[in-house]
């Protein structure tokens, strides 16, 4: 089963991944950037609050060293103090701001200004400073140092624990998220080409139905819609089927009819001519040895002999009219081309009031007996059905002969046809069919109030003496 690829950016694994990702990005970055900040608050406020109690506690017991200029023990217990690991520098000035103690590493300038808060100190060093007062007096000051290095690394520590917890949550989720994808993805896929089989024509494919979640369920209904397909083809080519079936008989016996219709025309012009057309030679006959024999005698009997004749004369012209209607012998004697011209001048004797032209171009040689035969039924229908419904003031019958085929066009200028509309005669069903035998083409061209257009395209090569 082959199947479409899809491009990256438009693929629900990699859509649902990239969502994924960037969600976790963006909320593990500000959870590790809120933690930071908390973990950075709370240990600048533990630092000031210990700075604070540690420099008064301190103020408060140097000053008996101060007033009994014990430096010496003062010096003792600030050494101890010093072992506070966070402490980094700690100075006794007098009152005369003279340095009188100085432990732990030096500040940068002479004795740096306070700072007000450990979260705002840019040099890495929280300053504080204290005055030591005895009964009131001011002795000196006290100023204390403390290293934010230990609480920056205590910060950086968290700061690599969250990343590194953060980064193993989203490669977690990127895992998990593939797996899901990729599942999801291939049962879609399955469906995707399943429907693509079907759209080739393929009902007999199913897609499986194992699991109960929205897939499952969505791949149940889908079988059950193949189905559904499957069921409504089978029935649409059993009557397609059955239509063409259908057609192709109406075709046959449509054939046949016309067939036997010509057959019995063939029958009865040989009827008209061999008995009526004797008798009428018969009657003729008799009637001028009447008027011969009776010649200078009865002058009655030779006016009414006249008469006979000129009556039976009538009826030949029109028995001969009928023959030529019935079995065209003009098609066989003069050819199609002429045969045409005669048909047409007897219409237009018959229709006065309606001009027709008549146009013959190129060379008809190859045309067989059932080409012309069919093409003098055709010019025989629509002049009858111009006279019967087009109502029409001009004419045109173009014959042209061109590269092996022949082609008929008669138009019209009466008052058309609608084309989509339903027929009740055979005219020109039988015409399409007489057309169609013959392997050429038939087309109408109609528009009410402007006349209708028939052209006719047909082989002569093709032409079958015998079926005519
Ligand atoms: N030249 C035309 N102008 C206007 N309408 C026409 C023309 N030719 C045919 N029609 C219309 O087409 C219909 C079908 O014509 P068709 O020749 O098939 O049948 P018919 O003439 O009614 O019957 P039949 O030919 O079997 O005696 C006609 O009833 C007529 O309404
Ligand atoms: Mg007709």
Same mark, same amino acid.
């Given at each position: 089963m082959k199947s479409s690829t899809v491009s990256i950016f438009h693929s629900l694994r990699f859509r649902l991944i990239a969502s994924v990702v960037t969600i976790e990005v963006v909320m593990l970055s500000l959870l590790v950037w809120n933690n930071i900040s908390i973990i950075h608050a709370t240990h600048t406020d533990r630092l000031r609050d210990t700075a604070t109690s540690m420099i008064q506690q301190i103020a408060n017991t140097s000053g008996a060293y101060m007033v009994a200029v014990d430096y010496a023990s003062l010096e003792g217990y600030l050494a101890n103090i010093?072992?506070?690991?966070?402490?980094s520098y700690l100075a006794v000035m007098d009152r005369n701001r003279e340095t009188v103690l100085a432990l732990g590493s030096a500040p940068r300038s002479a004795w740096p200004e306070a700072d007000v808060h450990p979260g705002q100190v840019d040099d890495g060093i929280y300053d504080v400073a204290r005055e030591i007062r005895v009964a009131g007096q001011p002795m000196g000051h006290i100023l204390m140092g403390f290293s934010l290095a230990r609480m920056e690394e205590a910060i950086e520590k968290s700061r690599v624990r969250g990343v590194s917890i953060a980064a193993a949550e989203i490669f977690l989720t990127v895992v998990v998220t593939v797996l899901i994808g990729l599942g999801l993805t291939r049962r879609l896929a399955t469906l995707s080409q399943a429907a693509q089989e079907v759209q080739r024509g393929n009902y007999s494919v199913a897609v499986p139905?194992?699991?109960?979640d929205e897939l499952g369920r969505m791949a149940t209904a889908f079988n059950r819609m193949v189905g559904e397909i499957a069921k409504r083809t089978q029935q649409r080519e059993e009557a397609e089927a059955k239509t063409s079936r259908l057609l192709a008989e109406n075709r046959q016996l449509i054939q046949t009819s016309l067939t036997v219709q010509e057959e019995e025309r063939r029958h009865l012009a040989r009827e008209l001519h061999d008995e009526l057309g004797q008798c009428i030679t018969a009657i003729q006959a008799d009637a001028e040895s009447i008027r011969d024999l009776s010649r200078g005698k009865d002058e009655r009997i030779v006016t009414r002999s006249g008469a006979i004749l000129d009556v039976s004369r009538r009826i030949y012209e029109v028995v001969h009219s009928m023959m030529q209607r019935l079995r065209p012998g003009i098609l066989d004697d003069l050819g199609l081309v002429e045969a045409l011209r005669d048909e047409i001048s007897a219409w237009q004797e018959r229709h006065p009031d309606i001009d027709c032209s008549y146009n013959v171009s190129g060379a008809?040689?190859?045309? @067989?007996e059932r080409v012309n035969i069919t093409i003098y039924r055709i010019v025989q229908e629509c002049l009858t059905n111009i006279a019967k419904y087009a109502r029409a003031s001009h004419v045109t019958v173009d014959l042209i002969g061109h590269d092996g085929r022949l082609l008929l066009v008669i138009a019209d200028d @009466?008052?058309?046809?609608?084309?989509?509309g339903p027929r009740s005669g055979l005219g020109l069903i039988g015409m399409r069919e007489r057309v169609e035998a013959l392997g050429g083409e038939i087309r109408l061209e109609a528009a009410t109030g402007r006349g209708l257009k028939v052209r006719i395209s047909v082989p002569m090569e093709r032409s079958d003496p015998e079926a005519a």
């Open positions: 010093m072992d506070y690991r966070e402490l139905t194992a699991s109960k008809f040689a190859g045309a @067989g @009466g008052r058309g046809m609608d084309l989509s």
